[in-house]
Each structure stands twice: as C-alpha cells, then as structure tokens.
C-alpha cells in the first residue's frame, strides 16, 4: 500500500505542478461567491476534513482526506477518506469518487485558507463506498485495463472496416 500511495502522490503533485486544479468542485465560503480559486495544492488537501454536505456546520466530521487518485489524465477521478470510527463508517478507508465530493475554502482572518471536504451522500450511501485496500485496486486497474483494451479494438475494427470498404469500392 505505501508504494501505491507514494505513486498516487507523486501523481497528484506532478499533476498540480503542470496546471490541473480540482477548480470545478471549489467555492470560497468567506467572499460568498463559487468563484475557483484556482490552483490547490494536493498537500494542502491532504488531511483537509470531511462533512456531509447536508450537515449543519460544526456537526461530527465524516474523517480526513487520506489520498487524492487521479485517472490517466491526471484529473482528480477519487479521494480516499480515512473515516472515524463514528457514523457507522467502521474506522476505515473509503474511495468517494468526484461527482461525490466538492471542496469549500475559507479564508480565515489570519490569511491562512480551510480546506473542507464536502460529501453529496446519505450516510447509509457511504455505506455501501467501497473501501480502498489492495482487492479494490487490483479490479479498479484490471476495469481500466479491459475498458482501454475494448476501445482500442473497437478503434482497429472500425479502421478495418474502413480500409476493407474503400478496397471494395
């Protein structure tokens, strides 16, 4: 797990470094506004704390960001959320993939900026999330692997098919 997780950083920052944001999912609570800030630092989302986004503020926190997982496109698909031991969630890691999750920042009076996790699900939805350990990495990558594989051979087939019609003409 601890190469899996030092890969998956190396991924996050190298994607930060060249210009990828998690802009689309930010708003800052102090202007009022959901303008992006733009650029977000992956460590500085590390370890940022996870509420349900129906919760009033203050309410128990969900846990912390434990990683950040990107696709092949360097784009945030996941966050791993390490989660308390409260809420029924078991003490475990659980893989909230993006159209789940969307970040607040705060300004605070200091100058310093919160980061927030914030979760669109039931607690009974993270129930069923599945939990980041090596079984669920292992079919993640062999569903891309097989996705990928199909789409290539859709794309030879279709290139064939072509190429055989126009012989044909």
Do not use: C
Not at 58 to 63: A, F, K, L, P, R
Not at 96 to 105: H, K, P, S
Not at 134 to 162: F, H, L, P
Request: glycine share 8%; proline share 1%.
């Amino acid at each position: 797990m601890d190469i899996m997780r030092k890969t998956t950083l190396t991924l996050a920052i190298a994607a930060l470094a060249g210009g990828y944001t998690l802009s689309s999912h930010a708003t800052d609570s102090v202007r009022g506004s959901h303008e992006p800030q733009g650029l977000y630092s992956a460590d500085d989302l590390m370890d940022a704390d996870v509420y349900y986004a129906d919760a009033a503020v203050g309410d128990d926190e969900i846990g912390e960001v434990d990683d950040i997982l990107l696709d092949d496109d360097m784009k945030v698909s996941a966050l791993v959320i390490e989660s308390d031991d409260i809420l029924g969630l078991g003490g475990r890691e659980i893989v909230v993939e993006a159209q789940y999750f969307r970040l607040e920042t705060q300004t605070e009076d200091d100058g310093d900026t919160e980061h927030r996790i914030l979760i669109d699900a039931t607690a009974e939805e993270m129930e069923g999330f599945p939990t980041y350990d090596r079984d669920w990495w292992e079919q993640t990558k062999q569903n891309a692997s097989e996705a990928w594989n199909s789409t290539q051979q859709g794309a030879e087939s279709a290139w064939q098919n072509t190429r055989e019609a126009l012989r044909n003409d």
